[in-house]
């Protein structure tokens, strides 16, 4: 929903730009509004969204409310006002935020916005700024990630997410300057399961396997008697055939009966598991 939100944003200020850079309401009614909707916000409940808040310093455009309270100010410009980049915008919504101690504002024109911390002993505005998002210069993945913050279910930890993904991207790139790749950091963080498990393809033949293991949603154990490669075989035929019926489950029993009585070299018990992998679909592994 919030991609759709977003790319629609994306269009509409590629097809109507001069509009939204002369009017401010519409940036309000056409993107705005979009994209905090989809991030959850009843945009025409009064009871988590009221426009035109009164501070002592003027009137906030919108307040987003959580439980009665007021949880952030947000604050709306045409799309010419570049909010990234200008100071005075942002000292305004931090104006009204500090007036009536609320903790966070946004600033927006509809395809930038700037998320700010209202208030901290001894930093500068800027300083307390926790995330800015482009939606016509950063890819659209990051887009995503970033204004998800904003979401009515996320935004009370606002702060803390928004601090973990800085972590997070400073992290990264420290590893790729260290002479990481990026695929090898990638499949680190996505990989699962236990930790001397190795895929069946990645086997040499000279393993002596503990136990074997298909991934069903985890890594499911089977039963293995005879602890070599071939007895890995045989467990997962024995797994095959339990599920199998008819004449798949008949083939499989004939099969079983045949290799049983055959001296195979280690290199083909490897050859033969990895070719039920790819004709049935499933991941297998052993423990070493």
């Known amino acids: 929903m919030l991609e759709r939100a977003v790319l629609n944003v994306m269009s509409r200020t590629g097809m109507h730009r001069r509009l939204y850079e002369r009017n401010e309401e519409a940036v309000k009614q056409h ?23 009164r501070t002592e310093d003027g009137r906030a455009d919108y307040a987003l409310l959580l439980n009665g309270e007021i949880i952030a100010f947000l604050e709306a ?4 006002v570049n909010v990234i980049k200008r100071d005075e915008p942002l000292r305004q919504l ?3 935020c500090f007036s009536r101690g609320v903790k966070y504002g946004i600033l927006t024109n509809g395809a930038k916005w700037v998320v700010v911390k209202a208030f901290a002993e001894g930093t500068s505005l800027r300083d307390r700024v926790l995330f800015t998002v482009d939606l016509e210069e950063e890819p659209l993945e990051r887009v995503l990630v970033k204004l998800s913050l904003l979401s009515k279910k996320m935004i009370t930890k606002l702060e803390r997410l928004s601090s973990l993904l800085s972590a997070f991207e400073v992290a990264y790139k420290s590893l790729l300057n260290e002479g990481f790749d990026s695929g090898t950091l990638i499949n680190y963080l996505l990989a699962k399961g236990k930790p001397s498990i190795i895929p069946i393809g990645k086997l040499s033949g000279v393993e002596r396997p503990r136990a074997v293991y298909v991934y069903e949603n985890g890594w499911k154990p089977l039963p293995l008697g005879d602890k070599s490669l071939k007895g890995v ?7 095959l055939e339990a599920r199998a019926s008819g004449v798949k489950r008949e083939e ?3 099969a079983k009966e045949v290799l049983s009585s055959m001296d195979l070299p280690s290199e083909k018990v490897v050859q033969l598991l990895v070719g039920i992998e790819k004709d049935e679909g499933i991941k297998l592994g052993i423990e070493v």
Request: cysteine-free; aromatic content about 10%.
């Open 31 to 53: 993107l705005i509004g979009e994209i905090m909707s989809a991030l959850g916000w009843d945009w025409n409940n009064p009871e988590e969204v009221r426009p035109e808040e």
């Open 77 to 80: 410009k045409n799309l010419s």
């Open 94 to 96: 931090a104006r009204y």
């Open 233 to 239: 075989l045989m467990a997962v035929l024995d797994y």
């Open 252 to 254: 499989i029993r004939k």
